[in-house]
């Protein structure tokens, strides 16, 4: 088994400012104005998104070089309704996650449509960030001093 440890830093500033690290980029998440932020980055949940249509995009380019297939492109949409009372602590009943993710995505590659969807549930099934919505990873949450 070929094993890969990912890490990136978060660093809470002003309000909902967070600063990213992530090997030599950095970046930053915030809050809409109208959600007490600064409106100076994507919201982690948008970074969550951003991840999930991003690694369906790198595993059907590395799926596309592995098979021969000319790829031209691949454009994703995801989007998913989660119910805010929970976040906000209204409501400890519900979950705080999604109810559901939606993936909209168009590949343009010369196939058929039933090639583009075994294409895309090969996608999903190798995709590392679908495979831990799907079958959840254990969290450990560790105190460090």
């Known amino acids: 088994m070929a094993k890969k440890t990912v890490q990136i830093n978060a660093a809470l500033k002003e309000k909902f400012v967070i600063d990213l690290e992530a090997r030599n980029f950095k970046m930053k998440i915030d809050q809409p104005v109208a959600m007490g932020g600064n409106n100076e980055g994507p919201t982690p949940l948008e970074y969550f ?23 031209k492109g691949i454009e994703v949409r995801v989007e998913g309704d989660l119910d805010l009372d929970v976040l906000l602590g209204k409501d400890q009943l519900q979950r705080a996650g999604f109810q559901d993710i939606r993936i909209y995505t168009k590949i343009d590659a010369p196939m058929t449509k039933e090639e ?27 105190i460090e001093e």
């Open 116 to 142: 583009k969807e075994a294409f895309l549930k090969e996608i999903d099934a190798r995709c590392p960030i679908s495979d831990n919505v799907e079958h959840s990873s254990p969290i450990k949450l560790l």
């Open 49 to 71: 998104f951003f991840s999930l249509g991003g690694c369906i995009c790198t595993v059907g380019r590395i799926m596309a070089n592995q098979k021969r297939i000319d790829l």
